[in-house]
């Protein structure tokens, strides 16, 4: 039972190219959530699903997209890449109230 | 606006000793807390809960009480280790369609000192 696990761990990029993060639970969890890290700060969540074909956007969804076809994989998608988005993208998934995090995506804007 | 907020960026502690973080909520519609462990290259790991119908909540050597009135909750870790230092989040929980939305504090770091 891995739980939630992301790729890649780092990753620099240029201004302006494109990338997907993925994450991927073992869980059975319906509810997946994407949250950025900034330093000194908490996490803020960027989107979230409620289910396979089911998203919605959180409190910073600018600049990001998201999809879910399948229970188990909600990647993360950059479409034109900023320095502004240099930080640390945390996936999650819920069980109840609980949320459980994956290990983190480590990303750098250049 | 800081809707969670811990104001103690740090906290230093001797091995042994009890250690004390706080958090303060300003939204009365959150009806959950928790409380994260987090190591460097690390993501965030459950730690304890506490519903808002709750005044106190006891996992082993962590505790987590909630004051509803003064919107405030801490975490008592004892006696603390030095495998506990790590950054603490406090965590408070709103429902949004059908999940929760979970909005965080800023963190603190704990240092258990030998």
């Known amino acids: 039972n891995a739980g939630v696990t992301q790729t890649p761990k780092f990753r620099i990029l240029k201004i302006g190219q494109s990338m997907t993060l993925q994450c991927t639970q073992d869980?059975?969890?319906?509810?997946m959530y994407w949250y950025r890290q900034d330093p000194g700060m908490g996490l803020k969540l960027i989107y979230y699903?409620?289910?396979?074909?089911?998203?919605d956007k959180g409190e910073v969804p600018n600049g990001y997209n998201v999809s879910r076809s399948t229970t188990e994989d909600f990647p993360l998608r950059l479409e034109l890449a900023a320095p502004s988005q240099t930080s640390v993208y945390f996936c999650?998934?819920?069980?109840?109230?609980?949320?459980?995090f994956g290990p983190g995506t480590r990303l750098l804007v250049l | 606006d800081q809707q969670v907020k811990q104001n103690s960026p740090s906290l230093s502690v001797q091995e042994g000793r009890i250690s004390i973080l706080n958090c303060d909520y300003t939204?009365?519609?959150?009806?959950?807390f928790l409380w994260y462990k987090k190591y460097p290259a690390e993501g965030p790991t459950f730690l304890i809960s506490?519903?808002?119908?709750?005044d106190k909540n006891e996992d082993g050597r962590f505790t987590v009480f909630l004051n509803k009135s003064a919107k405030h909750l801490s975490l008592h870790i004892v006696p603390s280790q030095p495998g506990d230092s790590a950054v603490y989040f406090c965590?408070?929980?709103?429902?949004?369609?059908?999940?929760?939305?979970?909005?965080f504090g800023t963190g603190t770091q704990l240092k258990v000192e030998l």
């Open positions: 999650a998934s819920s069980w109840e109230e609980t949320q459980y």
């Open positions: 869980m059975n969890h319906n509810y």
């Open positions: 699903s409620v289910g396979a074909g089911i998203t």
């Open positions: 939204n009365s519609m959150f009806d959950y």
């Open positions: 506490i519903s808002s119908i709750k």
């Open positions: 965590a408070a929980s709103a429902r949004i369609g059908g999940g929760n939305k979970l909005t």
